[in-house]
C-alpha cells in the first residue's frame, strides 16, 4: 500500500513558476512508475507527465513540454512536477498517480495509486 500527499500548488499569474512535490509513503517508492495527471472543472482527468521507476525516462502531453519537467528523489520518496511559464488553461487539480503495473503510462487506469490533489490556477 502506498499513501501519496501532494503539495505546492497556489495561485500564480501567467509567465510564473511552481513546483509541486507528492511524498510517498512506504519502502517501495522505487518499484512505482510515477505521473502527473490534471483535471479541470467541468472536464476528465488528463495526463501531464510520466517518470519510470529508475527515473531514467521521461514522458510529457505535448501542451506541456519545453515548459514542465517531472522528477523523482527515490531515496526522499518523492517525485516532483516543476512547472515553468504557466499558462491560464494549466489551471486544474494536480493528481500524483503511483503504479506497479507496466502499461500504457498516460492512460488513467494503469494507475493504483492516487493523491488527494492540489490545486494550481494560473490568472491572466
Known amino acids: 500500500q502506498v499513501q501519496l500527499t501532494e503539495s505546492g500548488g497556489g495561485l500564480v499569474q501567467a509567465g510564473g513558476s511552481l513546483r509541486l512535490s507528492c511524498a510517498a509513503s512506504?519502502?517501495?517508492?522505487?518499484?512505482?512508475?510515477m505521473a502527473w495527471f490534471r483535471q479541470a472543472p467541468g472536464k476528465e482527468r488528463e495526463f501531464v507527465a510520466a517518470?519510470?521507476?529508475?527515473?531514467?525516462?521521461?514522458y510529457y502531453t505535448d501542451s506541456v513540454k519545453g515548459r514542465f519537467t517531472i522528477s523523482r528523489d527515490n531515496a526522499q520518496n518523492t517525485v516532483y512536477l516543476q512547472m515553468n511559464s504557466l499558462r491560464p488553461e494549466d489551471t486544474a487539480v494536480y493528481y500524483c498517480?503511483?503504479?506497479?503495473?507496466?502499461?500504457?503510462?498516460?492512460?488513467?487506469?494503469?494507475?493504483?495509486?492516487w493523491g488527494q490533489g492540489t490545486q494550481v490556477t494560473v490568472s491572466s
Open positions: 498517480a503511483g503504479t506497479s503495473v507496466i502499461g500504457r503510462y498516460s492512460s488513467v487506469g494503469l494507475y493504483n495509486y
Open positions: 512506504g519502502r517501495t517508492f522505487s518499484s512505482y512508475a
Open positions: 517518470i519510470s521507476r529508475s527515473g531514467t525516462f521521461t
